[in-house]
């Protein structure tokens, strides 16, 4: 069985086509949205998904969160002693997903289409693909995730013809494209997006704001504070999406410390973010050669497309009303369930065609008179062309009787190579000659699945050349993944009880280090009291408790940031507010 994979740096999510429609996998705890952290417990099990989150407050050094970010780079992360790279962690919750959707669906998965954002170069992508492979899936296609929200987008419309923007919003990444949509052509036109803009620089950005209302050093606070902080700043910015203003309120050092906060504050504090938002739009735009008024739909995905902030914001710099399909943080992992019904050739979807462009230019690296240790990109394939795309370009050499000319091959938008991704290097012997009287076509072939084919010929002598640029291997050998997935098995997935009595327990650990006094021994008794019945397996005292429990949480929850409600506190604070 075949499932498409929303592999997000802060939410991942399943979905399956059947029945002529995408349908989401609810995962243990009958979720759509499987937070993607993953923790070690005392016994070496892996923890994924909301019970994981939990812990990144109460046992931050066991777990690790937002390792997308890092995929295709070679930072490590540690959890109990023990070091694993980001395609190991992307495995795990790859693994959880695929667990908890052959359960829901009572047959093996063994495939799956897996987004991710336009702007990943190969490295990343082939990282993704190791992912994939680590945790026992064969990845079937790598989907472009605003390519995703498109397809699902236009399924769901009924216009034949129209020109989308989708503004892709997450917890760490933002994508923006422009997408053609006529009749069953879907044609990305142009993507553009920042790879390190996304709810977290929100949440960052309000702790901020906290620490600096009150004279507090972020960095200096214990690792434990700071994803307090992070937490309850995050619980704020969700709240403005309801309310009209919130209260973020946190003890420190015995001290209570409160700040107010609403949208007009939110946008304040985060002005930065926002002209970042725009440069992306704007860019997107002017690669596309669209003006605002040739898009037709905004289309919004992504956690963050529900602050209210950001819609206005869309509407105001694009002059219509952003419209969400279904849930914005929903819409990518249907179009990949669409992508994955596409390769099962579902009978209901199969003349939906798919093109795709190259998000990055590819070229080589040539010859710098100005400066000879530093080599200068000379574009071959230019960023957003569509796929399947070839290309040649001619170069000579630079030196009389030089016998060989070498072509580093570079990714990226630098001008100069060594801020370019370099995906390799491809040599070809020359026949002799003067400087500069050499012919040598070069010409790059690239496909739908990455792959990049050079080609080199020598048009004045025998010699050619071709070599395969494959994402795929690009990090790791093929002995270094067969040893990885033989070591993921070792770890398995903690399967102590029931879902959600492990959720309440974890959140319970994780109020109890927010709270002081009675009320955390409040909370400890009813910890306790919870483990002697589940150890017990007393099953009536357990459907009690985790009702009153999960009662008394929220009570705490709210009554963390209620307490200063009161209309004396309001006046004395803020006199300008009613
Ligand atoms: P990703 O694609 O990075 O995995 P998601 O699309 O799931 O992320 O979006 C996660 C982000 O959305 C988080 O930063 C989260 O705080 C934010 N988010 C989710 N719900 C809301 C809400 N109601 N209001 C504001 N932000 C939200
Ligand atoms: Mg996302």
Do not use: W
């Not at 973010?273 to 739909?297: N, P, T, W």
């Not at 010699?463 to 270094?480: C, D, H, I, P, Y």
């Amino acid at each position: 069985m075949i499932i498409g994979i929303d592999l997000g740096t802060t939410n991942s999510l399943a979905c399956v086509y059947r029945n002529g429609k995408a349908e989401l996998i609810p995962n243990r705890l009958g979720e759509s949205l499987t937070p993607s952290v993953v923790s070690l417990d005392e016994s070496g099990e892996v923890i994924v998904g909301a019970v994981a989150k939990e812990r990144l407050v109460s046992n931050p050094t066991d777990t690790a969160a937002s390792f997308k970010r890092f995929m295709g780079s070679k930072k490590t992360f540690t959890l109990r002693q023990k070091e694993f790279i980001p395609q190991e962690l992307s495995a795990f919750v790859l693994r959880q997903l695929k667990q908890d959707a052959e359960q829901y669906l009572g047959g093996e998965v063994t495939e799956a289409v897996i987004s991710v954002p336009a702007y990943f170069n190969n490295n990343q992508r082939a990282a993704t693909l190791e992912a994939g492979r680590i945790a026992g899936l064969h990845v079937e296609r790598l989907v472009n995730e605003p390519s995703a929200a498109a397809l699902a987008s236009s399924m769901l419309s009924d216009e034949d013809e129209q020109s989308y923007l989708v503004f892709d919003f997450g917890g760490g990444t933002l994508d923006v494209s422009v997408v053609d949509c006529f009749e069953n052509i879907i044609e990305i036109v142009a993507v553009s997006g920042d790879n390190h803009l996304g709810g977290n620089d929100f949440d960052t950005q309000i702790a901020e704001f906290f620490c600096k209302s009150h004279q507090i050093d972020f960095g200096a606070l214990p690792r434990q504070k700071q994803a307090i902080l992070k937490r309850l700043s995050e619980k704020a910015k969700r709240e403005l999406t309801e309310k009209e203003r919130t209260f973020l309120h946190m003890n420190i050092d015995g001290e209570d410390k409160a700040v107010i906060l609403n949208n007009e504050i939110l946008i304040e504090c985060c002005t930065g973010l926002f002209d970042r938002m725009e440069r992306a739009v704007v860019h997107a735009l002017r690669d596309s050669g669209y003006c605002a008024d040739d898009i037709d739909v905004v289309v919004m995905a992504g956690g963050s497309c529900k602050m209210p902030a950001v819609s206005c914001f869309l509407e105001k710099m694009l002059g219509k009303k952003p419209v969400m399909i279904g849930s914005p943080d929903e819409v990518i992992a249907q179009g990949a369930g669409i992508y994955a019904g596409i390769k099962a050739r579902n009978e209901e979807i199969k003349d939906v065609l798919l093109t795709d462009i190259c998000p990055f230019t590819l070229g080589v690296g040539s010859y710098n008179p100005n400066d000879h240790e530093k080599s200068i990109m000379s574009p071959v394939i230019e960023r957003n062309s569509v796929l399947p795309v070839a290309r040649t370009r001619y170069f000579t050499n630079v030196h009389d009787r030089q016998k060989e000319i070498a072509f580093p091959i570079y990714q990226g938008e630098a001008f100069d190579c060594s801020e370019n991704l370099c995906l390799g290097k491809i040599m070809i012997e020359i026949g002799p000659s003067k400087a500069e009287e050499a012919h040598v076509s070069v010409t790059f072939s690239y496909d739908i699945n990455g792959i990049l084919v050079v080609d080199v010929v020598d048009d004045k002598g025998p010699n050619r050349k071709q070599q395969v640029f494959m994402s795929e291997g690009a990090n790791l050998t093929e002995e270094e993944i067969k040893q990885k997935i033989e070591e993921l098995k070792k770890y398995k997935i903690s399967s102590n009880g029931d879902e959600r009595d492990r959720l309440l327990q974890e959140r319970g650990n994780r109020i109890y280090q927010e709270l002081t006094g009675a009320d955390r021994e409040k909370v400890g008794m009813a910890l306790q009291a919870y483990a002697y019945a589940l150890s017990e397996n007393d099953r009536h005292a357990i459907r009690v408790m985790r009702q009153k429990f999960a009662e008394l949480f929220d009570a705490y929850e709210e009554f963390l940031g209620e307490e200063f409600l009161d209309e004396e506190f309001l006046s004395e604070k803020f006199p300008d507010e009613e």
